[in-house]
């Protein structure tokens, strides 16, 4: 099966194209597909820019991950413009890649809207849900992206959190990084049978 149309069946079931509990083979191969060859990309191509539907669609995925009680913590904060992604690029010390991205999504997280009591961390698991729906469907839709970490390092939180005038309320999980590729990076395979414990340790 060509890998375009394996890409393109995966976009569409990440962002609407499938209905019901039992999809397709096909779409179901795509997602697998979609799964298995994603990998971190960190040279982007200057020249292209992501439109405002390319956007919708990556942040409508994010939205549709599994969540704790429905709660959606989540928040994200959009950045395009050059100057900030340069602050940001300089301050934070693994996402120099930022600088020449397209566009980053800043996923955040509302710690006053999570579980409360003890699953109030709870908004971190969303979160990285969210984040990795959004480089899945980047992936599908033939982008380039990497996650960088900045919760829970407190210098980094604190660099993203002035430059980009988050609310203490909201805490910054990372900077995911997107744009067209400019390398094509083999993907790893990270199937470790000996990880696997059947029925108890």
Not at 35 to 40: G, V
Not at 73 to 80: A, L, M
Not at 147 to 170: F, M, S, Y
């Amino acid at each position: 099966m060509n890998k375009m149309f394996l890409l393109s069946a995966a976009a569409a079931m990440f962002l609407g194209g499938c209905c019901g509990n039992n999809p397709a083979p096909s779409s179901a191969d795509a997602v697998l597909d979609a799964i298995a060859t994603r990998k971190s990309v960190r040279k982007f191509d200057t020249s292209r820019k992501l439109d405002d539907a390319i956007m919708e669609k990556l942040l409508r995925a994010g939205m549709a991950a599994p969540t704790a009680m429905n709660r959606q913590p989540w928040s994200f904060v959009v950045v395009s413009d050059p100057a900030v992604k340069n602050e940001i690029a300089s301050r934070h010390p693994h996402a120099k890649m930022a600088a020449d991205a397209a566009a980053l999504i800043i996923v955040c997280g509302n710690k006053n809207n999570g579980i409360p009591d003890k699953g109030t961390e709870y908004w971190i698991q969303d979160c990285s849900a969210a984040t990795e729906n959004i480089l899945l469907a980047a992936h599908a839709l033939g982008l380039g992206a990497v996650w960088c970490g900045v919760h829970p390092i407190d210098e980094r939180v604190d660099a993203v959190r002035e430059i980009l005038q988050i609310p203490a309320t909201h805490q910054p999980l990372n900077v995911i990084c997107i744009g067209y590729p400019a390398e094509n990076p083999p993907p790893k395979d990270k199937w470790v049978p000996s990880k696997i414990h059947s029925i108890k340790w």
